[in-house]
């Protein structure tokens, strides 16, 4: 009796197993065919974070279109194409579903110039090389003078020569509004600096210890004589050491 109850228990079974099989094929179908349909294509590309580049150029590094399916697409490849621009820091790329894909850019910086072959290249703080230009007019940054650019540098690649870092610790540890008052870092062997105003004036500084108690110094004698129109007879001031500077007038 038990062997034809489970006889007919398994004829029953069979065909319900079957129908869930059918049913998550079905499924399974259905949902491919719904995550490659026109629901998931991109319909905007917001792109944010630009300064320098433009909106055309992200667009090509990043090889997408409008169109393209927002599931399948290779968000860490999107990433790494537009980190390619030597203007690039970083990236992040996210999927706002259904159809929106958010790109947020990075740019690095430009904080220097450095004369390179017969131009210059911008470099930001950390020294990456950002870009080549002919005319540092254009740019109100100060030039990085005394150290020797490879003539094998290429954009995107971190620049480490002596006396670079020196002349970047200048520009990292000063305020844009003092910043703006110096044209020049010049690094001198033993990597001590030497500012130049915009006026001409000479800043021997020494090394970059204590940079801002020296810099302040300057510029609290500086403003004196700029209030009683004396800044145009000094040659150079000299902060490199304990004390009150000295200054050298022009003859």
């Given at each position: 009796m038990s062997v034809v109850v489970t006889k007919k228990m398994n004829k029953t079974r069979r065909p319900i197993l079957l129908q869930g099989i059918l049913f998550l094929m079905l499924l399974l179908v259905a949902v491919y065919f719904?995550?490659?349909?026109?629901?998931?294509?991109?319909?905007?590309?917001?792109?944010?974070?630009?300064?320098?580049?433009?909106?055309?150029?992200?667009?090509?590094?990043?090889?997408?279109?409008?169109?393209?399916?927002?599931?399948?697409?290779?968000?860490?490849?999107?990433?790494?194409?537009?980190?390619?621009?030597?203007?690039?820091?970083?990236v992040r790329v996210e999927r706002r579903f259904p159809d929106r894909l958010l790109i947020h850019v990075t740019e690095r910086r430009p904080a220097a110039l450095a004369a390179y072959r017969d131009g210059f290249i911008l470099l930001d703080e950390a020294g990456y090389y950002l870009q080549l230009v002919q005319r540092i007019t254009e740019y109100s940054l100060p030039l990085i003078d005394g150290v020797q650019i490879p003539e094998t540098a290429v954009p995107g690649e971190k620049i480490s020569v002596p006396g670079l870092a020196e002349g970047l610790k200048v520009v990292s540890r000063l305020s844009?509004?003092?910043?703006?008052?110096?044209?020049?870092i010049n690094v001198q062997p033993g990597d001590r600096l030497e500012?130049?105003?915009?006026?001409?004036?000479?800043?021997?500084?020494?090394?970059?210890?204590?940079?801002?108690?020296?810099?302040?110094?300057?510029?609290?004698?500086?403003?004196q004589w700029q209030a009683g129109d004396k800044a145009r007879q000094i040659q150079y001031v000299d902060v490199s050491f304990d004390g009150h500077p000295i200054v050298k007038y022009k003859n």
């Open positions: 719904f995550m490659n349909s026109s629901f998931f294509s991109i319909r905007e590309i917001q792109i944010s974070g630009l300064q320098k580049l433009k909106r055309e150029t992200v667009l090509e590094l990043a090889g997408v279109n409008v169109g393209a399916n927002l599931i399948k697409l290779d968000i860490e490849q999107v990433k790494n194409n537009i980190e390619l621009s030597s203007l690039v820091e970083s844009p509004q003092q910043l703006a008052l110096f044209s020049e500012l130049y105003t915009i006026d001409g004036i000479k800043v021997i500084v020494g090394d970059s210890s204590d940079l801002a108690r020296k810099i302040q110094w300057f510029l609290e004698i500086y403003r």
